[in-house]
């Protein structure tokens, strides 16, 4: 990899793109069907004895037909293309070798950019200002890297990683020796293809020592809006995101209306030029083409995206001709070229799924690593992958965001071991939904994980253990593969284990990666050496100090980066004891994430609450953890002594057995515990006689409760996930008895219809489960839709139901831009009915400021289920809605400037205007004033009377959980009485 590197004159191709949107050519093989040739047009005289058949094979003809190739690049040039593709797009030697033509690969494809190349240089001569390009077409190859074509052996793989990777960069390179301005990857469907493909492209200008630029095109092969490896359009993108592009689009399968929000899309989250040439709409047998678009119905559908800000670079794909591209061209002309967003730098990971971090702490599944898990070994040297897998289901099941795959054994081949195992997880998509994160300490096993992995993972790990050049051209490697890296404080003097040395060796590695190796601070993941303590050893006992320090010191000084862990080491020396060993990880969690710490690898599965902690063993853990006092360890190996017996500690747990059934609803709720639920929820309907009381009272009760925790880090986003089953348990059992109820009591009238759905990009459902539930028992008609819902989904069942009301849900930040997004497509589309907003995340000022806006009908933020059949019955009611709707819209308003007040408040200004702004003092001649007393003041005879009228009592309700706006509370038709209540109390 050179340190320097030229670019090609075709890089200009950027100031064009920032003047206008260019227009890329229609379909090549639509144009050859026209010419209706014969297997002889195909073979000429070069082919004329070539044993395999060879029509169809339309690479071929830039040696045995180069006329009509021509004739075809000069027809969408005249129709107004700037940018052509040459006639490549299978001429790898993969693709070819089913003609028997691969050693002419390289042949064909530097005929096809010569073709390209002289209709470009003979539209050129006569109009010589407009430039033209030449993209070599770059095909996704016949085979795939990501799925089996053996349904009875899914792990199995017809090419390898290298002979994809080589495919490529002898296609690439005949390309660019045969005169191509730039480089097209294009339909794209399965990523870790395009992945090699990118990956050889870098090989190549480093060979040749300069770049052209690159276009990268994927495909959404079916309404489910995934490419068919499975990916969402996000995902797609963060899997390539490292690769230095010049644009990123989507092209083929769907024709423009199907198309639509996965270009809408990918306009927003692309930092990058976009690109669209969709199909001229879906297959159709009955249309001359074979596609039903015509240049007229296709170009005004294009013209809408570029009036919406969406593209850069626009074309068609399979259906098209040069008739489609002009009408095209003529559609655009004139309008504006996206404007490339400003998108702040994050760490995004992905597998068939995007993940972000910053939503909350990422937990990393430990227990596919055959070095830290004895089962998953044992599964693994026994040769039974389907337990692995199953090992696998249970971590993401159990709620890690990503998977640490680790297969480190010296009795099976490691890298044979890995390739294997990720591709059968491939074949999983509740598995493959999360990243991996590839964990080794061999560097060719790391690469044959990295090979293995078509979204965006992370390497485990890399350090300067064997000096700068190993590290930095690891690095390299892993930047060039798409990955994030976790680098251990480990150097050539060994592993950091003072907070000092974590500090020197962190700062050194980040210095290195970011100024000489170029790799983004938010892709460095830290890990500072999590080491045992509790051993007895003096110098271990301030080890889990040290760890958070230098944890506190690494956020605020290496901007960007992530700090990560090995929970499971701290503990270590209490193995076999899972009550402390349990307690020890969650109360250093606790520590930890209050110090920064981002991502942990831990036991998803199995982490018990801070708050749930004994109050005895959580002293006894902190000070060991906290080196609190020099006889801590001591009193924690006693104390475990006394609960090492699992049965006296099984006992102990189960006294909570004895409390009561509200209690014991909450506590189950909280741990997670399903064991007891239905003899619970049981004795609770008995003791409160309906079903729905019992939802509404003791349920909900604990579901606040684990909210609360959640809300204060003392639970972790899988702890809330075991709490949700926990839930939907219990109201499981209820759901026949309010069924009975409802079929005992006399049919009434449904009161209305509303669609639910947790909007796409999100798989939390309990409050939205919740909701239905209640809305249900008032006699709501409810369509549950599920979770990762796509808006167009939505969309279809409200008309289909004819709903009188939707409901989006979500409980992750990103949610809250979908939920704008739907917003945004319910008024284009013409809905008018009430949008209800719900989720953790969600609030009333967000809803006002940020998603009614686009919404002309009323949108509504509902708190809780508690407060969802007023809201729901109050938008159905045609005498309620009116003053409902105004008084609704009023409050928005309100929120609404006080937002944008508050934010012209904020407005900060470049650090350069501020300082061009400040106030010239001369400190020895400018009259400063003096404070009239100096250290502190008591007021004592301080009248509270005085006081009162300056307390804002919104904090004081919500310390209650009375949610609401002083004095607005008080006219609450659900809080307000009881508000009014607390605040006359707290006047006495």
């Known amino acids: 990899m050179p340190d320097s590197i030229s670019y090609s004159d075709a890089f200009d191709i950027v100031d064009l793109l920032a003047q206008r949107i260019l227009i890329l050519d229609g379909a090549m093989g639509t144009m050859i069907q026209r010419f209706k040739l014969q297997e002889e047009d195909y073979r000429g005289e070069l082919f004329r004895d070539h044993a395999q058949l060879l029509k169809n094979n339309n690479d071929v003809l830039c040696l045995t037909r180069p006329e009509i190739i021509r004739q075809i690049h000069l027809e969408y040039l005249e129709a107004g293309a700037d940018i052509i593709e040459t006639n490549t797009f299978n001429a790898t030697v993969i693709a070819q070798e089913d003609f028997g033509l691969q050693s002419f690969v390289p042949e064909i494809n530097r005929a096809a950019a010569g073709l390209a190349k002289e209709a470009v240089r003979d539209v050129m001569s006569r109009e010589p200002d407009r430039r033209r390009y030449v993209a070599g077409s770059i095909g996704p190859l016949n085979r795939t890297l990501s799925i089996s074509r053996d349904v009875n052996d899914p792990g199995k793989r017809e090419v390898t990683w290298a002979q994809v990777k080589n495919a490529y960069f002898e296609q690439a390179r005949a390309l660019i020796e045969g005169g191509a301005d730039l480089l097209l990857v294009e339909t794209t469907f399965d990523t870790l293809n395009l992945k090699a493909a990118l990956f050889a492209i870098e090989e190549l200008f480093d060979e040749l020592g300069f770049r052209v630029p690159v276009m990268a095109s994927g ?16 995902a797609f993108w963060i899997s390539i995101s490292h690769a230095p592009l010049l644009s990123v689009g989507l092209n083929c399968a769907l024709g423009p209306k199907e198309l639509r929000p996965y270009i809408e899309e990918l306009a927003r989250i692309s930092p990058i030029y976009v690109s669209c040439y969709p199909n001229a709409g879906l297959p159709d047998p009955l249309s001359p083409t074979g596609f039903p678009e015509t240049p007229e119905s296709l170009a005004p559908q294009l013209r809408e995206w570029a009036e919406l800000g969406w593209l850069n670079i626009v074309g068609g794909c399979c259906g098209t001709t040069p008739a489609h591209i002009a009408m095209i061209a003529k559609a655009v002309a004139g309008l504006p070229p996206r404007q490339l967003p400003k998108i702040e730098p994050k760490t995004q990971l992905s597998g068939l799924e995007p993940y972000t971090f910053g939503i909350g702490f990422t937990m990393v599944g430990e227990r596919t690593n055959i070095t830290g898990s004895p089962k998953f070994s044992k599964l693994i040297l026994s040769g039974d992958f389907d337990g692995a897998l199953a090992v696998a289901r249970q971590q993401v099941e159990g709620g890690a965001n990503v998977i640490d795959v680790n297969m480190d054994e010296g009795m099976i081949d490691s890298e044979a071991s890995m390739r294997k195992f990720l591709n059968l997880i491939a074949a999983e998509p509740d598995i493959a939904r999360v990243p991996v994160m590839v964990d080794s300490s061999k560097w060719s096993v790391l690469e044959a994980g990295l090979q293995s992995v078509q979204g965006k993972g992370i390497v485990n790990s890399i350090s300067l253990k064997e000096g700068e050049e190993k590290f930095r051209a690891q690095a390299r490697l892993i930047r060039r593969y798409g990955a994030a890296a976790v680098v251990m404080a480990f150097d050539e003097s060994g592993q950091a284990d003072t907070c000092e040395r974590k500090i020197a060796i962190c700062s050194r590695a980040y210095r290195i990666l970011t100024e000489e190796v170029g790799f983004p601070a938010q892709d460095i993941i830290f890990d500072p050496n999590i080491l045992t303590v509790g051993t007895g050893i003096e110098e271990h006992a301030n080890y889990a100090v040290n ?72 002293e006894l853990v902190e000070d060991v953890l906290l080196n609190r006092r020099q006889d801590a360890t001591e009193r924690l190996v006693d104390y475990a002594d006394r609960v090492k017996n699992s049965a006296k500690a099984q006992v102990k747990d189960e006294a909570w057995r004895s409390a009561s059934v509200e209690e014991r609803l909450s506590h189950a709720l909280i741990k997670g515990i399903v064991d007891y639920i239905d003899t619970d929820t049981a004795e609770a309907l008995e003791k409160y006689g309906k079903p729905l009381a019992v939802i509404e009272g003791p349920l909900m009760s604990g579901m606040s409760v684990v909210g609360d925790l959640f809300g204060a880090g003392k639970m972790f986003l899988p702890q809330v996930v075991k709490s949700a089953r926990v839930m939907k348990k219990s109201v499981a059992y209820l759901l026949p008895f309010m069924e009975a109820e409802r079929a005992g009591s ?50 279809e069942a409200a008309k289909a139901e004819q709903a009188d009301l939707i409901g989006l849900s979500g409980l992750i930040t990103p949610s809250l831009d979908e939920m704008a997004h739907v917003a945004q497509e319910m008024e284009r589309l013409g809905f008018s009915v009430p949008l209800l907003i719900g989720g953790a995340t969600t609030s009333k000022a967000h809803t006002a400021v940020k998603i009614a806006p686009h919404y002309t009908g009323p949108t509504v933020h509902v708190l809780d289920a508690s407060r969802a059949v007023n809201v729901v019955g109050s938008l159905v009611s045609q005498e309620r809605r009116p003053s409902f709707v105004e008084k609704n819209q009023q409050e928005q308003e309100s929120l609404r400037d006080e937002f944008h007040r508050r934010s012209a408040d904020k407005r900060l200004l470049p650090i350069e205007e501020a300082r061009a702004r400040r106030t010239p003092i001369d400190w020895e001649t400018s009259p400063i004033d003096k404070p009239s007393f100096m250290g502190r003041r008591v007021i004592a005879n301080q009248s509270l009377d005085e006081l009162v009228p300056y307390i804002d009592w919104s904090p004081f309700f919500h310390t209650w959980e009375l949610r609401g706006r002083f004095p607005k509370i008080f006219d609450d038709p659900q809080v307000g009485e009881q508000a009014r209540q607390l605040y006359e109390d707290a006047q006495k």
């Open 219 to 234: 495909t959404i092969t079916d309404a489910s809006g995934r490419t068919l490896t499975g990916q969402t359009t996000e």
């Open 547 to 618: 760890f958070l320090e230098a944890t506190r010191w690494i956020k605020q000084h290496l901007r960007s980066c992530l700090v990560s862990g090995g929970v499971s080491n701290i503990s270590f020396s209490f193995r076999g004891n899972n009550v402390v060993r349990e307690a020890m990880h969650a109360a250093f969690l606790y520590h930890a994430i209050k110090a920064g710490l981002d991502m942990g690898i831990v036991n998803a599965g199995q982490l018990a609450v801070y708050e749930e902690i004994p109050p005895e063993l959580l």
């Open 746 to 795: 006399p049919q009434k009238r449904s009161q209305g219809k509303i669609v639910l759905a947790t909007v796409k990009g999100d798989v939390h459902d309990i409050g939205k489960n919740i909701v239905g539930v209640v809305l249900a028992c008032n006699n709501f008609e409810v369509k549950d839709l599920g979770v990762m819902v796509p808006a167009e989904k939505i969309f």
